[in-house]
């Protein structure tokens, strides 16, 4: 059974920071592709960050030099740093396994990030 369980939300003041946390289980973060998405609501779900197998990142415009995604291979787990955190960062943050270009297999719960200005 594949469980991902993001945690690292919470209330952060405008230019604080945070890190997610997204350890799996039942599958190997490191031999897959992975993604952080988030939605505000009213909005669409959107791609913030990404990580291959072979560990290249990628980026929404939206978060570059501001976000870091990682992953710790022994601890199997997969993270996003988020700092200089913005009012419009306010999402509930999620991570998922991608298994073709656009789709996923497996979410995580999501975790709500509320940036205060």
């Known amino acids: 059974q594949v469980q991902l369980v993001e945690s690292g939300g919470g209330l952060v003041q405008a230019g604080g920071s945070l890190r997610l946390s997204c350890p799996a289980s039942g599958i190997i973060v490191a031999a897959n592709a992975m993604d952080w998405y988030r939605q505000a609501p009213g909005k669409q779900r959107e791609l913030v960050a990404a990580?291959?197998?072979?560990?290249?990142?990628k980026y929404a415009d939206s978060v570059k030099g501001r976000f870091t995604i990682s992953r710790d291979n022994a601890k199997n787990t997969m993270y996003l740093q988020m700092n200089s955190l913005k009012p419009e960062d306010t999402a509930v943050y999620y991570c998922?396994?991608?298994?073709?270009?656009?789709?996923?297999?497996?979410w995580g719960q999501g975790t709500q990030v509320t940036v205060s200005s």
């Open positions: 998922a396994r991608r298994i073709t270009l656009s789709s996923h297999d497996y």
């Open positions: 990580i291959t197998s072979g560990g290249s990142t």
